[in-house]
């Protein structure tokens, strides 16, 4: 007798994703209303199903006699008829997406203290350059936002935890909304290389940015207005000739963010927004579309990657205020229809008069009208002094 084994299967299209992506899904609660597939079988064709009534569980059963021909699992079907095996697999039904603003206000509400007390916010600086900074450099940011500040560096440590479901939730919807599939993926896998990780285990690219990389990311896929900008990077990202890792580059990107704040280059910006996150947010993607059409309209490949990023954030630190209206810009040509031009200099548009940034800013609801929700952490210690450094 052949036994019964227990496998997952979830569908998808050429290079684990769908070919067609549809701009909107069709969930209930987070769930799928997909019909799950079995090994290219649908529910009903000889397949048993164990789970509950509904149908909900992706856990199946399959004689092994039918995985041979699809070749799945190959070392147990060869010793099938010897022994009933089964496999452990993971439970894959569609979690429910999350928003920015919900993870944002887990970690609002998580003790982060330890973390705190490691973070630089700022260059340290000394002698004739910390002269030279207080007297020719950028304002200092304003008190109330330091704690906003901080909390930015906080989840830049933050490590990924399979524990915290929330965690689990933001790497799932980053995956789904890419990909525009409605299924969870397994947590660890060569599918994670379809998004841009290097491996099997995403948490291995996160070193450098810690959580945030992945928050930063999660903001670009769920705002409706940079979604449209996310799959057009990731759809050059696939190129047969200019590709590059979608993920590992958005990494890069918050990198760039992050170097920015410390420096303070983002201080004037944060002041005059009465904000911290959403101008790190806005700064982290005008940087990406940045690199998104000089990578383009110059044919550059992954060989050019050192050169381009390096390029890119010596413009985009020493130009932040022209790189976030280029942003505001595209954001608002788009939303009237309008085709781009893929060189950057397409963007280089004159200094629009104060009136015409008012109109824009109130007809077309514009970035700055958009409320990250900051609620502040309770009762965090105060930055701690010494030598502290970034993961």
């Not at 945030?212 to 996310?230: F, K, R, S």
């Not at 413009?315 to 060189?343: C, D, M, W």
């Amino acid at each position: 007798m052949e036994g019964d084994v227990a496998v997952v299967v979830y569908s998808e299209g050429s290079k684990g994703f769908q070919q067609e992506c549809q701009q909107t899904e069709d969930l209930t609660n987070g769930h799928s209303k997909l019909t799950p597939v079995l090994n290219g079988l649908p529910p009903g064709n000889g397949v048993k199903e164990n789970g509950s009534a509904n149908g909900s569980s992706y856990l199946r059963s399959v004689p092994i006699s039918s995985l041979k021909q699809n070749g799945i699992l190959q070392s147990l079907a060869a010793g099938g008829e010897q022994t009933k095996a089964e496999v452990l697999v993971e439970d894959l039904t569609p979690s429910a997406l999350i928003s920015f603003n919900e993870a944002l206000q887990h970690f609002q509400t998580t003790d982060l203290g330890d973390l705190l007390r490691n973070i630089q916010p700022t260059i340290r600086r000394t002698g004739l350059a910390a002269i030279t900074h207080f007297l020719f450099g950028p304002p200092r940011l304003h008190k109330e936002l330091v704690e906003e500040r901080d909390l930015v560096f906080a989840i830049a440590q933050c490590s990924l935890e399979n524990s915290q479901p929330v965690h689990m939730r933001v790497l799932q919807t980053i995956y789904r909304k890419l990909t525009c599939t409605r299924t969870d993926c397994p947590r660890y896998g060569p599918h994670w290389e379809n998004v841009g990780f290097q491996g099997a285990d995403p948490a291995t690219d996160l070193r450098g940015t810690g959580f945030l990389g992945l928050m930063h990311a999660l903001y670009l896929v769920m705002d409706p207005e940079t979604l449209p900008l996310a799959r057009d990077i990731y759809k050059l990202s696939q190129h047969p000739v200019q590709n590059f890792p979608f993920c590992v580059m958005s990494i890069n990107m918050t990198r760039i963010a992050l170097h920015a704040l410390r420096e303070e280059v983002l201080s004037k910006e944060c002041n005059r927004r009465q904000q911290v996150v959403g101008v790190l947010n806005d700064f982290y993607v005008a940087t990406f579309l940045h690199l998104y059409q000089l990578w383009k309209s110059e044919k550059k490949t992954i060989s050019d990657s050192g050169y381009v990023l390096k390029e890119v954030e010596l413009y985009a630190k020493k130009n932040p205020k022209q790189i976030l209206r280029r942003l505001e810009s595209f954001l608002q040509e788009r939303r009237a229809g309008i085709v781009h031009r893929t060189s950057p200099d397409a963007l280089s548009h004159s200094n629009p008069s104060p009136g015409d940034r008012e109109s824009r800013v109130s007809s077309q609801g514009g970035k700055e009208g958009k409320e990250m929700n900051f609620t502040g952490v309770c009762e965090l210690p105060p930055e701690m002094e010494g030598e502290a450094r970034l993961i």
